[in-house]
């Protein structure tokens, strides 16, 4: 009889994607700072492979548990570290009960203390769908078969 021993992964935290100048970030759980990095890395790849400001979009899952103070401000500081390569910043917060509802508010605030909240440049939503007539603005490219494109990937619910 043989036996076989069996390791789960735990599945990975983030996701990340590039449709047509769009780099979008998925969180499934708060980030740790190995995450942070990772991601980092990515969009710098990212914005390499333009040589232009990149619209991003961050999404938060519906069932993510809400970042503690060393993970928020790790996030921010992902965000300030990148702001030259990001010409607009769209933050998607999923689900639809009280508590995602009371987390939009307590983001706005904070986008609005910490100064990164712009209507010109950070807006915060609650559906996919909502983003892309911005997309379409800014960039001049289709902005519903982009947000189609990253439904299809798994980076926006």
Same mark, same amino acid.
């Not at 401000?73 to 910043?89: A, D, M, Q, S, V």
């Not at 559906?127 to 902005?143: E, H, N, S, W």
């Given at each position: 009889?043989?036996?076989?021993?069996?390791? =789960?992964?735990? @599945?990975?935290?983030?996701? =990340? #994607?590039?449709?047509?100048?769009? &780099?979008?970030?998925?969180? $499934?759980? @708060? @980030?740790?700072?190995?995450?942070?990095?990772?991601?980092?890395?990515? &969009?710098? $790849?990212?914005? $390499?492979?333009?040589? +232009?400001?990149?619209?991003? !979009? !961050?999404?938060?899952?519906?069932?993510?548990? !809400?970042?503690? #103070? %060393? +993970?928020?401000?790790?996030?921010?500081?992902?965000?300030?570290? *990148?702001?030259?390569?990001?010409? %607009?910043?769209?933050?998607?917060? $999923?689900?639809? %009960?009280?508590?995602? *509802?009371?987390?939009?508010?307590?983001?706005?605030?904070?986008?609005?203390?910490?100064?990164?909240?712009?209507?010109?440049?950070?807006?915060?939503?609650?559906?996919?769908?909502?983003?892309? @007539? &911005?997309?379409?603005?800014?960039?001049? !490219?289709?902005?519903?078969?982009?947000?189609?494109?990253?439904?299809?990937? #798994?980076?926006?619910?």
């Amino acid at each position: 009889m043989t036996a076989f021993a069996t390791a =789960t992964a735990a @599945p990975p935290n983030f996701k =990340t #994607g590039l449709i047509n100048k769009v &780099f979008f970030i998925r969180w $499934e759980q @708060p @980030p740790s700072p190995q995450d942070l990095f990772v991601v980092d890395k990515r &969009f710098r $790849e990212s914005y $390499e492979a333009y040589r +232009q400001q990149l619209s991003v !979009v !961050v999404t938060t899952g519906a069932k993510a548990r !809400v970042p503690n #103070g %060393e +993970q928020r401000k790790g996030l921010f500081t992902l965000l300030e570290n *990148n702001r030259k390569y990001i010409c %607009e910043l769209h933050l998607l917060m $999923e689900g639809n %009960e009280l508590q995602h *509802n009371l987390q939009r508010i307590i983001a706005s605030a904070q986008l609005i203390v910490t100064r990164i909240y712009d209507n010109n440049y950070a807006r915060l939503h609650k559906k996919a769908d909502d983003i892309a @007539p &911005f997309l379409t603005t800014r960039l001049k !490219v289709d902005g519903n078969r982009i947000i189609h494109d990253a439904r299809l990937l #798994g980076l926006v619910a």
